[in-house]
């Protein structure tokens, strides 16, 4: 029972790892990228500045597991954005905006995994990451 519990947040912890870790990968791509649109400058900022911060180990207290923060931050992350959404006026559709943001995020956050069969499709697909804002 003991080394189960032991396996279990060994696991936990390599979900934690992997996800630190495409998250310095993913901010070591974005480097460099300079967009000439100050709005859109502002907004890459902002995301570069927030993942960075869920990456942080000085930023949640030594009680808060890893598994807890990636389990508990990204609502936190919603919660701000319906706030701030809230705010839209309808005739922007936030809602809308809101749930297509969540679903770029959710693509860029995956990590593709190969496997070995053929079914007609590729699936490493070069996604388009332009955000609308």
Do not use: W
Request: glycine share 8%; charged share 25%; proline share 5%.
């Amino acid at each position: 029972m003991c080394g189960e519990l032991e396996e279990e947040g060994g696991q936990d912890e390599l979900i934690y790892d992997r996800f630190v870790a495409h998250a310095h990968s993913f901010l070591a791509g974005l480097k460099g990228r300079k967009n000439a649109d100050p709005v859109h400058a502002h907004l890459d900022r902002l995301f570069r500045e927030l993942l960075s911060a869920a990456i942080d180990p000085n930023r949640a207290p030594d009680e808060m597991s890893g598994l807890q923060r990636i389990a508990m931050e990204p609502l936190v992350f919603a919660r701000l954005a319906g706030f701030i959404a809230a705010h839209t006026p309808l005739s922007e559709d936030p809602l809308r905006r809101l749930i297509e943001a969540l679903m770029i995020g959710y693509s860029e956050g995956e990590i593709a995994v190969p496997h070995d069969h053929d079914h007609g499709h590729d699936h490493f697909h070069d996604h388009d990451h332009h955000h609308h804002h």
